[in-house]
């Protein structure tokens, strides 16, 4: 790789990392991209000439936080035969994300359809992997009960995540419900 595609991609990963601190601090829908580009010391035209859109954007600014949570599990899913591990770990790992994922779950509604989509599409891998660990250890739950039993779980989490400041002043929600989501968890699945 010769110098100049390593400072492109240097300016990338800045642009990134500059991104996520403007969204975790003002919100992705309220964060202009002349902010994003102030903060990186780069032109605005710069971040269009790495990203199509500001949809584009946040798109990647997610995926890099799915993808480290998604790695994270899979490799949990080789060391480990316990649902309950997985999703500990899944809970600990969205705690220490907590600001970034409770903007995202605040403004979500909001998007356009498109990115809507998208996101989606990246929270269904997410779950694949719950769904996967959950069909192996509980034989007799219907496809249909694990969807409900992971709708139950990932729709509690995004609603703490949502309305954090109603439950918490500071601190992180997560923490505070981890114990309560993954009895109720736990007994929903026992009880299917």
């Known amino acids: 790789m010769n110098i100049r595609e390593k400072q492109k991609q240097e300016t990338r990963k800045l ?3 500059k991104a996520k601190e403007c969204f975790i601090r003002e919100g992705f ?3 202009p991209v002349s902010k994003i580009s102030i903060r ?3 032109a605005h035209g710069t971040i269009f000439a790495h990203f199509k859109s500001k949809d584009g954007l946040i798109l990647e600014t997610i995926d890099l936080e799915m993808s480290e949570i ?4 899979e490799q949990l899913l080789t060391l480990s035969e316990n649902v309950e591990d997985i999703l500990r770990l899944y809970l600990e790992l969205i705690a220490q994300k907590e600001d970034f994922f409770s903007v995202l779950a605040r403004e979500t509604p909001f998007y356009s359809l498109n990115l809507r989509r998208k996101l989606i599409f990246r929270d269904s891998v997410i779950r694949s992997y ?3 660990k959950i069909s192996e250890d509980n034989n007799a739950m219907s496809r ?3 969807s409900s039993a992971l709708n139950w779980l990932f729709g509690t989490i995004n609603y703490y995540l949502a309305n954090r400041e109603m439950f918490v002043q ?3 929600v997560i923490e505070k419900f981890s114990e309560a989501i993954l009895a109720t968890f736990k007994k929903i699945i026992r009880e299917v």
Do not use: D
Request: no cysteine.
């Open 40 to 42: 990186a010391q780069v």
């Open 170 to 172: 500071s601190g992180s």
């Open 29 to 31: 829908l309220k964060t």
């Open 144 to 146: 249909e009960e694990i």
């Open 130 to 132: 719950f769904f996967q």
């Open 70 to 73: 998604g790695k994270a599990i």
């Open 15 to 17: 642009i990134l990392q």
